[in-house]
Antibody, heavy 118, light 107 residues
Framework: DVQLQESGPGLVKPSQTVSLTCTVTGISITTGNYRWSWIRQFPGNKLEWIGYIYYSGTITYNPSLTSRTTITRDTSKNQFFLEMNSLTAEDTATYYC??????????WGQGTTLTVSS | DIQMTQSSSYLSVSLGGRVTITCKASDHINNWLAWYQQKPGNAPRLLISGATSLETGVPSRFSGSGSGKDYTLSITSLQTEDVATYYCQQYWSTIFTFGSGTKLEIK
């Protein structure tokens, strides 16, 4: 069964950089035709797609976040990562990782909460 | 970016009743539309893709329809477990976008 699990620091200070990890089990992230994505949900419940990494390693970002977002992966650990810099309080959200199947998010992690506060 | 508008933030429906949730795209999305259900404390769950295709395990009381810019999610014979927030998402554009959500409550 496909499962995704996010992990992260929980609390970071403004202007800092955060790294989040998504560990995938049940399928290799190099399996063809899937993308692996990050999505965030703000307090108030708005959902925002952040970006994804293809099974091939190609990456696509939401243009609104591309300047301060990096998605990478470690295929040996079947993990992919989100790094976001220059954080502000407006980045406070629940961050989800998800599998993308032909444009839809069919498997999600349970989410990790990130609070940006001094 | 393609904007997705769910005009109803809240809907109140009687148990056993029928409800229709609407989603309007700012541009034609050619049925590249998905619906998700989210219960408090949980991640969204994919219900429908391609505007009308029910995911495996989703009850048949859920259905999707629409074309062009306008899409709907219908739920018949509403059950207590259907109380949730429902989101639409377009994937016609390479920049995926979501609607703001419609919270379903029992009357």
């Amino acid at each position: 069964d496909v499962q995704l699990q996010e992990s992260g620091p929980g609390l970071v200070k403004p202007s800092q950089t955060v790294s989040l990890t998504c560990t995938v089990t049940g399928i290799s992230i190099t399996t063809g035709n899937y993308r692996w994505s990050w999505i965030r949900q703000f307090p108030g419940n708005k959902l925002e797609w952040i970006g994804y990494i293809y099974y091939s390693g190609t990456i696509t970002y939401n243009p609104s976040l591309t300047s301060r977002t990096t998605i990478t992966r470690d295929t040996s650990k079947n993990q992919f990562f989100l790094e976001m810099n220059s954080l502000t309080a407006e980045d406070t959200a629940t961050y989800y990782c998800a599998r993308v199947r032909r444009g839809v998010f069919d498997y999600w992690g349970q989410g990790t909460t990130l609070t940006v506060s001094s | 970016d393609i904007q997705m508008t769910q005009s109803s933030s809240y809907l109140s429906v009687s148990l056993g009743g029928r409800v229709t949730i609407t989603c309007k795209a700012s541009d034609h999305i050619n049925n590249w539309l998905a619906w998700y259900q989210q219960k408090p404390g949980n991640a969204p769950r994919l219900l429908i893709s391609g505007a009308t295709s029910l995911e495996t395990g989703v009850p048949s009381r859920f259905s999707g329809s629409g074309s062009g810019k306008d899409y709907t999610l219908s739920i018949t014979s509403l059950q207590t477990e259907d109380v949730a927030t429902y989101y639409c998402q377009q994937y016609w554009s390479t920049i995926f976008t979501f609607g703001s959500g419609t919270k379903l409550e029992i009357k």
